[in-house]
């Protein structure tokens, strides 16, 4: 789904903050480690080495977005894309593209690829970071030792400018299921599944906070290894997004969103947690009463320890997010509080409340996508 915010804060007062209590903050603390400790009695095995799985490293750029590498054609040309579960095509600009976006980034060129074919139908996609439209081509894609032949890709001949012009991958590779996609099209990874480069319709992620590449998405199984104690199985409940129940949302043992039960999808290509605008607006002025620049979301590094946890119940299971996940550094002693509206423009028809769950969450808590099964597994990241 892509949601990035990028944003340069010039600051112009300091506010004062009220710490939190000593006891408050050790009962968080209590709860936070109680949590891990029940989920992490041992650190799971590896998986079957009889099963087929392919590890890939990805890059993590400032804890807002998660890229690896891909080739595309013969001879390979090699690009960087943004493995995302909330969409499900393939694409990368085309030398044929002249926005100021396709020019910072690399640019496929089919003359060069021995294996392309062109298809004559014409694409438009809308992502929460901009929009791309150009045309459907077909050929050879690897990452890394996954060959996956006869695939079908977008090739961007104009692409919205600003956030996309600034993001350090120049594609994105969707993961979410094929009613998402280009309709007569076939993602990736089910191409994956019937080509047979993978024994298991299962991958999954680990994002690491740490920079560099020591993050990972694996396709055919799972290497146990990246989380503590075992999955924790939640059934997808539309088979579009990776979307499962929700049940709450509280702060300080009070409800603050997903009152009656709501709607969460999984999605590693947005950067925060994303809610209707009305309970994001409430929930930041509850967390910060007192912000920089009259931006809620600002506010003063040292204040994150006075910070409430959210706790997210999913499938009769709490899971804590504390505030040293959710509040991102921006600049010196500048921080930013990681949620965002919009969730409500998703499908304005529908009544039912959404949230979208991205790297915010799915750095603490490790995730595994299971097509055979249609469910995800959730545990605490190693």
């Keep these: 789904m892509t949601y990035v915010k990028l944003a340069l804060l010039g600051i112009a007062q300091i506010p004062l903050t009220k710490m939190k209590t000593m006891q ?3 009962r968080e603390k209590q709860l936070l480690e ?3 400790g029940e989920q992490s009695h041992s650190l799971s095995q590896n998986s079957d080495p009889d099963k087929k799985l392919s590890s890939h490293r990805l890059r993590n750029f400032r804890n807002i977005v998660y890229f690896g590498k891909i080739t595309i054609g013969t001879p390979p040309q090699e690009f960087q894309v943004n493995f995302d579960t909330g969409s499900s ?3 990368v600009p085309s030398v044929d593209c002249r926005s100021p976006s396709c020019s910072t980034h690399k640019r496929f060129n089919p003359q060069k690829s021995t ?3 062109s298809l004559d139908q014409k694409i438009n996609l809308s992502y929460g970071s901009g929009r791309m439209n150009g045309v459907l081509g077909c050929d050879t894609i690897q990452i890394e030792s996954l060959v996956i032949a006869n695939q079908t890709f977008g090739l961007s001949h104009n692409q919205s400018s600003g ?4 993001v350090p991958y120049d594609g994105i590779l969707g993961l979410a299921y094929p009613n998402l ?5 076939t993602p990736v990874f089910d191409n994956m599944k019937k080509q047979g480069v993978i024994s298991e319709p299962v991958f999954a992620f680990y994002l690491s906070s740490r920079p560099g590449n020591s993050s990972v998405v694996m396709f055919g199984g799972v290497d146990h290894a990246y989380h503590k104690g075992k999955l924790q199985w939640v059934p997808v409940t539309q088979a579009r997004f990776w979307q499962v129940a929700m049940s709450s949302m509280t702060i300080n043992g009070n409800d603050v969103g997903c009152f009656h039960g709501c709607q969460a999808i999984m999605d590693t290509g947005t950067s ?4 209707p ?3 994001v607006t409430d929930i930041l002025k509850l967390i910060n009463p007192k912000a920089i620049l009259d931006d809620k979301q600002v506010l003063l590094c040292d204040a994150v320890n006075s910070l409430p946890m959210l706790l997210l119940t999913i499938n009769n299971i709490v899971y804590p997010v504390p505030p040293y996940y959710y509040v991102q550094k921006i600049y010196q002693e500048i921080c930013f509080i990681s949620l965002q509206g919009g969730t409500e423009l998703l499908n304005p028809s529908e009544t039912s409340e959404t949230w979208i769950l991205g790297d915010v969450f799915l750095r603490l808590y490790f995730s595994v996508y299971d097509r055979g099964n249609n469910r995800i597994g959730l545990a605490p990241a190693a």
Excluded: R, Y
């Excluded at 996609?181 to 099209?185: E, P």
């Excluded at 925060?272 to 809610?275: N, P």
């Design 115 to 117: 294996t392309f074919l």
């Design 277 to 279: 605008t009305h309970l």
């Design 89 to 91: 095509d393939l694409w």
């Design 163 to 166: 956030v996309l012009e600034q």
């Design 272 to 275: 925060f947690l994303v809610g």
């Design 34 to 36: 109680k949590f891990l």
């Design 24 to 26: 408050e903050a050790i």
């Design 181 to 185: 996609a280009v309709q007569g099209t």
